[in-house]
C-alpha cells in the first residue's frame, strides 16, 4: 500500500466537490520499562490538503485530481479514492477515460465489505483497454456505512487523526467533525451516517470516513511507513500542484 491517499467526494446537488489527501505516518509509541510493556509502532494520519470545488464541471474536477496525483510526492506512492456512490459513477468513468485507476467505494446500507472485479475491457474505455483482453481488474469496493463510521470514530478517538493547521478548510473540517452523529456506545450496525442538519454538510466527512476505513484496513507494514516517514518531506507545499 502507498503512503498517501488521495480521496474525493464529487460532491451532491448542495455540496461542492471535496478532495483530501491523508499521509500515513508511524510513531513510536514509548512503553514503561519498569512493568515490562515495550514501545510499539502506531499509525497516525494526517490530513495534508483539503480543497472544495463549487459549481466545478465533472471534466475539471479531473483535470485538477490529475494535477495533484503528478505532484513529486504523489507519483507513485498514492492511491486515489473515490465516493462512487450516487454522481460519483460519472466521474469515476471520466477519470478512467484519463488514465487513472480510482478505486471506487461504493456506501451501502448494511452487510460486508465486498470487492467486485471486472474484465478491464468494460471498466476502462481507452485505448489501452485492447491489450488487455480478458485481464480481471478491481471495479469497486462496496463498504457498509457502519463499517466506514466505526473506522472515523476508532482513529479519531485514539487520536491518530491530525490536520496541517494552515490548511484552508481546516476549520471546515473540524466544524463537519463535530456535526457528525455516530454514537460510540452502539455497536457498528446500529451506528448512524448523517448531519445534523442541512446547514453542515458532510463532504470532508465523506472523505475523512473512506480514508480512515481503506487505511486501517490495507495499512502497509511498519517497515514500509518507516522508510517513507524517513524521507525528506519539508518542501511538501499543498497546493503547488494548482
Same mark, same amino acid.
Given at each position: 500500500?502507498? /503512503?498517501?491517499?488521495?480521496?474525493?467526494?464529487?460532491?451532491? #446537488?448542495? $455540496?461542492?466537490?471535496?478532495?483530501?489527501?491523508?499521509?500515513?505516518?508511524?510513531?513510536?509509541?514509548?512503553?514503561?520499562?519498569?512493568?515490562?510493556?515495550? $514501545?510499539?509502532?502506531?499509525?497516525?494520519? @494526517?490530513?495534508?490538503?483539503? $480543497?472544495?470545488?463549487?459549481?466545478? #464541471?465533472?471534466?475539471?474536477?479531473?483535470?485538477?485530481?490529475?494535477?495533484?496525483?503528478?505532484?513529486?510526492?504523489?507519483?507513485?506512492?498514492? %492511491?486515489?479514492?473515490?465516493?462512487?456512490?450516487?454522481?460519483? %459513477?460519472?466521474?469515476?468513468?471520466?477519470?478512467? @477515460? /484519463?488514465?487513472?485507476?480510482?478505486?471506487?467505494?461504493?456506501?451501502?446500507?448494511?452487510?460486508?465489505?465486498?470487492?467486485?472485479?471486472?474484465?478491464?475491457?468494460?471498466?476502462?474505455?481507452?485505448?489501452?483497454?485492447? #491489450?488487455?483482453?480478458?485481464?480481471?481488474?478491481?471495479?469497486?469496493?462496496?463498504?457498509?456505512?457502519? *463499517?466506514?463510521?466505526?473506522? &472515523?470514530?476508532?482513529?479519531? /478517538? /485514539?487520536?491518530?487523526?491530525?490536520?496541517?493547521?494552515?490548511?484552508?478548510?481546516? %476549520?471546515?473540517?473540524?466544524?463537519?467533525?463535530?456535526?457528525?452523529?455516530?454514537?460510540?456506545?452502539?455497536?457498528?450496525?446500529?451506528?448512524?451516517? @448523517?448531519?445534523?442538519?442541512? $446547514?453542515?454538510?458532510?463532504?470532508?466527512?465523506?472523505?475523512?470516513?473512506? &480514508?480512515?476505513?481503506?487505511?486501517?484496513?490495507?495499512?502497509?507494514?511498519?517497515?514500509?511507513?518507516?522508510? &517513507?516517514?524517513?524521507?525528506?518531506?519539508?518542501?511538501?507545499?499543498?497546493? *503547488?500542484?494548482?
Amino acid at each position: 500500500m502507498k /503512503q498517501y491517499l488521495i480521496i474525493v467526494d464529487p460532491g451532491k #446537488k448542495r $455540496d461542492p466537490a471535496a478532495v483530501m489527501v491523508m499521509r500515513d505516518n508511524i510513531k513510536i509509541v514509548n512503553g514503561a520499562s519498569s512493568i515490562n510493556i515495550p $514501545d510499539k509502532k502506531q499509525h497516525f494520519y @494526517e490530513i495534508v490538503l483539503i $480543497d472544495k470545488f463549487v459549481n466545478t #464541471k465533472y471534466t475539471d474536477l479531473v483535470r485538477n485530481v490529475c494535477a495533484l496525483s503528478g505532484h513529486r510526492d504523489l507519483k507513485n506512492n498514492s %492511491e486515489l479514492l473515490v465516493d462512487g456512490t450516487g454522481v460519483g %459513477e460519472a466521474v469515476i468513468d471520466i477519470m478512467r @477515460e /484519463q488514465y487513472l485507476t480510482p478505486i471506487p467505494i461504493v456506501f451501502t446500507s448494511g452487510g460486508d465489505v465486498h470487492e467486485k472485479y471486472a474484465d478491464f475491457g468494460s471498466v476502462f474505455s481507452n485505448k489501452q483497454s485492447g #491489450k488487455m483482453r480478458g485481464a480481471q481488474v478491481l471495479k469497486e469496493i462496496c463498504v457498509p456505512r457502519d *463499517d466506514l463510521v466505526m473506522a &472515523g470514530q476508532v482513529v479519531s /478517538q /485514539q487520536g491518530r487523526i491530525g490536520i496541517v493547521p494552515t490548511l484552508k478548510f481546516a %476549520e471546515d473540517f473540524r466544524r463537519q467533525l463535530m456535526g457528525f452523529k455516530g454514537d460510540p456506545n452502539k455497536v457498528a450496525k446500529k451506528m448512524k451516517y @448523517e448531519a445534523e442538519s442541512d $446547514d453542515v454538510h458532510d463532504d470532508l466527512i465523506v472523505c475523512y470516513l473512506m &480514508g480512515a476505513w481503506y487505511f486501517t484496513r490495507h495499512r502497509k507494514t511498519d517497515e514500509q511507513v518507516l522508510q &517513507g516517514s524517513q524521507q525528506k518531506i519539508s518542501d511538501w507545499s499543498p497546493m *503547488d500542484y494548482m
